[in-house]
């Protein structure tokens, strides 16, 4: 979908006339549990939960969607981390250019970009149960 050189596919599928209800972006995130980054610069650590991104380097995702993803956690009893992402923007850019809530949300990542990219297996398999219990939340059907 061409994310990282300018969100083109995102671009063209958020100026469609498809009537999207909002979008929920799924990314992965720096962890700072490594050396040469550290828990101060990105407050993110593998096994810690998915993450709710509040801001990336491109937008501030919408509030009420991003209130109601965290409300969705809190009822799901899911545990989650915070973000902002500095460094990098996302497909959410698009759609909130043309008007349509967005959200991030992201599982923490070590050595991305490398042939030895890592992540905990359970923040991932919480954080498909997290969009599953919103999409229950808003009354979907999450199957």
């Known amino acids: 979908v061409q994310e990282e050189v300018g969100?083109?596919?995102?671009?063209?599928?958020?100026?469609?006339?498809?009537?999207?209800?909002?979008?929920?972006?799924?990314?992965?995130?720096?962890?700072?549990?490594?050396?040469?980054?550290?828990?101060?610069m990105m407050p993110l650590r593998l096994g810690g939960g998915p993450v709710l991104v509040h801001k990336d380097a491109g937008v501030h995702y919408d509030h009420a969607l991003t209130a109601a993803l965290e409300q969705a956690a809190a009822d799901a009893d899911i545990t989650i981390q915070h973000g902002v992402f500095g460094s990098f923007g996302s497909d959410g850019r698009a759609f909130m250019q043309h008007d349509i809530p967005a959200a991030m949300v992201a599982f923490a990542a070590r050595y991305t970009h490398s042939p030895f990219e890592t992540a905990h297996l359970g923040d991932i398999e919480r954080l498909t149960d997290w969009i599953a219990a919103y999409v229950l939340a808003q009354g979907g059907d999450a199957a």
């Open 7 to 40: 969100v083109i596919g995102a671009s063209a599928l958020a100026s469609q006339d498809s009537n999207f209800d909002a979008a929920i972006v799924v990314e992965i995130g720096l962890a700072g549990d490594i050396p040469s980054v550290g828990i101060n």
